[in-house]
């Protein structure tokens, strides 16, 4: 097999082999799929959707990518498997209606047998059980033998992209573990032995409402590469955490925690696995523009960060740490993603503030699961929902809730508990099990058969409209219950749908049967599509609704749109007149400004052009749209925004003297209306790109409000006024680390002075010494330095001494001579034994191991153990 290589190693050199081979090599794209059906990039083939729909002709035959994904249908998996994770680098190699079946298979067993150096008898290979076209490859091209060709169901080997459309059969690559246990009876459901590494899909099929499947005219060839398991195999890591793309990570929580991660236990090693995966996956969305929030992928973004908390809670984690494994996470990846490092600040900030509030969130938990108690009393049960909806909406752990339940004398159904986990595991898998490249096929089909819908809501914020179609679940129906998401289509609606980077209105539809929450609005087959939520009653086709926008939702979204055209004008006249858009966001909270500079930006330049925005907006200037023929309003200056698509009549914003753009979201009417803008981040996001991130309106007073909050804190803790902060922070790190030295040079001095004091206690054991001995209240790094002088002073020893320096934990160390490792001993091996008895576990080198243990009750027990067994096998 090749010589270890690194992550980065990896992924270059698969791109390098596609690249040699014709393929253009393309840049992952973002996290935020440019698909409206997707909430986030969960596949490498998904930027590639239009091209295998045929909305759009591929500008090239051959592409190869290191997409980043996000999925967390499979969340609890993480960490408590070897290959489960919510991010994940799919390395693909893809074919628009060029190469196909033999040229990926070949492409694929060269790859990995001659480029990765994988030995082909630990290959195995699948294969659709009715697609006998790539059977044969295998067998009579490659040369694998025919016994390690499984054919396997669909289930398993044929790839759907949704009910209907394109699909076809799969053969996937798998490395073997355990070669040793022959051919006999290969199982490839067993994740002990085989791992997955390559699935390469042969999209050759269409197929029709009535199941029916046509061949293509055009075969695509979609592949993916896991680059985490192939850094496992290749760095011969029993886990995907091991590796050197995640195991940094892991290592530095451990550090925060005061935890040896090859020594501990099981669970302790699941959280901080969690931790590391999480991690990976929240430094990625923040610096592709998500935003934590409550609802869509801003709620998946705060589900993973809470969760990260909350295991560092469970592993003793008490102070915020969020930023600081971070850090570690930005380092590993910045080679590769540059914009981690131009967007370090901005995630950093990010997890401190969601640190700040769910720790907020979590003693509001604490007071719900105190009145949970006393509603259930003395020596009851705390019911399973109850338990769930501390998980859920608290972030408390089952184990935390268990915990405190029993100092009060309660259990806690946990089967209920399990129950509604697993309901919700359903609605997660459900939700993003595949990549539906049909899911326009529903609105489709009502193209022709209902108007298109009218827009009304430039100048009105609520009418009177008709149910022209309702959706649940993607299919038609007439009638839909409260309950239901469902999506409305109006023939006329005030909601502005999701364009040009603004945010879809939100609001009601209420009729005389029912009530809708519209929480998002989008424009599709010329329809405008509401995403709401049945509060309650039945809602019927041909209703009659009043729909009503949130106008507070408005205007904020108003005061951060136009303020995104004051910011793009400052930045042309202060930094440079070549700047132009590259993409933004305009949301409720905050807006992103992504743009072509030629040159980063200073602290000064970033300051002016906050200035000049707020100073305009103090002019108060009149904010007027018209609609014009496109080649007047190009004529008289205007700005195309990035991204949109211009029919013969546009809309055009003009801020009199200021800006003039063609724009068709909502606006406010004066400046004024704005308020206040303020820059709350500015960075790069790839080369010639940079962002700038901003509040205005009234999101700036709650921003300014969570810095004040956050500085009246630190002031209240260091005792000092707001404008000494600084400083006192500078004085306390140089403290703590002039302390810290001191301590551990303390520390090491006891113990060393301590362990001196038990060589009269070394006993003889045939040719051998021996010495079993506790050194009490030691801690792990003292006591591994101890052990390690002991055995120099007894020349062909055996030192085994533990401790527990403090309760609920205990520290083991075995320090072999070679004349004891000679003998058959090994100090990894031994020691890990002996650990069990406290609970524990713990390995390392045949000469020099530690493990650890967490029932300190246990410690004298394990010491007469180690030494009866040092005796029985030494003498």
Not at 138 to 161: C, K, L, T, Y
């Amino acid at each position: 097999m090749a010589t270890f290589l690194s992550g980065t190693q990896i992924r270059q050199t698969f791109l390098n082999f596609f690249a040699d081979r014709q393929h253009r090599v393309l840049p992952s794209a973002s996290l935020i799929p440019e698909d409206p059906t997707v909430l986030l990039t969960i596949a490498g083939m998904l930027p590639f959707k239009p091209i295998f729909l045929g909305q759009r002709a591929a500008e090239f035959p051959r592409a190869t990518t290191s997409q980043k994904c996000i999925r967390t249908n499979d969340i609890e998996n993480v960490g408590r498997t070897a290959r489960h994770h919510t991010f994940f680098e799919m390395l693909g190699n893809f074919s628009f209606g060029d190469y196909f079946k033999s040229q990926a298979i070949a492409w694929a067993w060269e790859l990995s047998t001659q480029v990765f150096e994988l030995p082909p008898e630990r290959v195995v290979v699948s294969v659709f059980e009715e697609d006998d076209e790539a059977f044969a490859i295998w067998r009579d091209e490659i040369g694998i033998p025919a016994h390690r060709i499984q054919r396997m169901g669909a289930a398993d080997n044929f790839w759907v992209s949704g009910p209907t459309g394109p699909c076809g059969p799969c053969s996937e690559l798998y490395y073997d573990f355990k070669p040793e246990l022959g051919d006999d009876a290969i199982d490839l459901e067993d994740d002990s032995r085989f791992i997955e590494f390559y699935n390469l899909v042969f999209m050759q099929y269409n197929r029709d409402v009535e199941g029916t499947l046509t061949p293509l005219k055009s075969k695509n060839i979609d592949t993916g590469l896991g680059l985490e398991r192939m850094a496992q195999i290749l760095q011969k890591v029993p886990n995907n955490y091991e590796t050197d793309l995640i195991f940094p990570i892991v290592k530095t929580a451990a550090e925060i925690a005061g935890i040896d991660y090859h020594t501990a236990d099981d669970a302790t090693k699941v959280a901080l696995k969690v931790i590391g995966d999480h991690i990976r996956a929240v430094v990625h969305m923040l610096a592709d523009g998500i935003t934590a929030s409550n609802e869509g992928r801003g709620y998946v973004l705060r589900r993973l960060i809470r969760r990260v908390i909350r295991y560092g809670r469970l592993i003793g984690i008490d102070r915020e740490f969020t930023p600081l494994v971070a850090e570690t996470a930005i380092a590993l990846a910045e080679s590769d993603y540059s914009m981690l490092r131009d967007m370090d600040r901005t995630i950093k900030l990010a997890l401190q503030r969601e640190e700040i509030q769910f720790l907020k969130t979590l003693e509001l938990g604490e007071r719900e699961l105190a009145t949970v108690m006393e509603q259930v009393g003395a020596g009851g049960q705390i019911p399973g929902l109850n338990a769930f909806t501390l998980y859920d909406t608290y972030g408390f752990p089952l184990e935390l809730t268990q915990e405190i339940a029993a100092e009060k004398g309660l259990t806690v159904d946990s089967d209920g508990f399990e129950a509604e986990m697993e309901k919700q595991r359903s609605r997660s898998r459900n939700a993003v099990e595949t990549i539906d490249l049909t899911a326009q096929g529903a609105l489709n089909q009502l193209v022709g058969h209902i108007p298109e819908t009218e827009f009304l809501g430039y100048s009105l914020p609520a009418v009177e409209a008709e149910v022209e179609a309702l959706l649940v679940a993607g299919r038609v129906v007439s009638v839909a219950e409260a309950g239901s998401e469902v999506h409305v289509i109006l023939n006329q609606t005030p909601f502005y749908a999701e364009s040009g980077g603004q945010l879809g209105d939100r609001g009601y539809l209420s009729s005389e049967t029912a009530l809708v929450r519209i929480m998002d609005v989008k424009k599709d087959a010329g329809f405008f599509v509401h995403y709401g939520r049945i509060e309650r009653g039945t809602l019927h086709v041909a209703d009659g609704v009043n729909a009503q926008i949130d106008l507070a939702c408005r205007r904020r979204v108003q005061a951060h749109h136009t303020a995104t055209h004051l910011l793009q004008s400052a930045l042309r006249k202060i930094v440079d007149e070549s700047i132009s858009q590259a993409g933004s966001l305009v949301g409720f909270d905050s807006l992103r400004f992504d743009f072509r500079s030629p040159r980063a930006l200073t602290a000064e330049d970033v300051q002016q052009v906050e200035e000049q925005v707020n100073t305009w907006i103090a002019e108060a200037h009149v904010a007027h749209t018209e609609t014009l023929p496109i080649a007047e309003a190009k004529a008289r200056g205007a700005i195309a925004m990035f991204g949109e698509k211009y029919g013969n009549e546009v809309r055009v914003l003009d801020v009199h003297g200021v800006s003039m753009e063609l724009c068709g979201g909502t606006h406010v009417s004066n400046t004024a209306e704005i308020g206040l803008f303020k820059i709350t981040s500015e960075s790069g996001t790839s080369a010639g790109i940079r962002r700038i991130e901003a509040v205005a309106g009234p999101a700036v007073l709650e921003y300014l409000n969570l810095r004040d909050e956050i500085v009246k804190d630190l002031s209240d803790r260091f005792k000092v006024k707001p404008e000494e902060i600084r400083d006192r922070i500078t004085a306390l790190q140089t403290e703590l680390k002039t302390t810290q030295k001191q301590l551990d040079t303390a520390k090491s001095q006891v113990a060393l002075a301590k362990a001196d004091s038990l060589l009269a206690k070394a006993e003889s054991v045939g040719k051998f010494k021996i010495l079993v001995a506790e050194l009490a209240g030691v801690d792990p790094e003292s006591l591994k330095t101890a052990a390690e002088q002991l055995q120099q002073k007894l020349p062909g020893g055996a030192v085994f001494l533990g401790s527990a320096p403090e309760p609920g934990k205990v520290s083991l160390v075995a320090a072999f001579s070679p004349e004891v490792v000679q003998t058959g001993l090994q100090a990894g091996k031994f020691v890990g034994a002996i650990a069990k008895i406290c609970g524990g576990g713990g390995g390392g080198r045949p000469n020099l191991a530690q493990a650890g243990g967490r029932d300190d009750s246990k410690l004298a027990e394990a010491l007469e153990a180690a030494r009866e067994q040092l005796k029985s096998n030494l003498g």
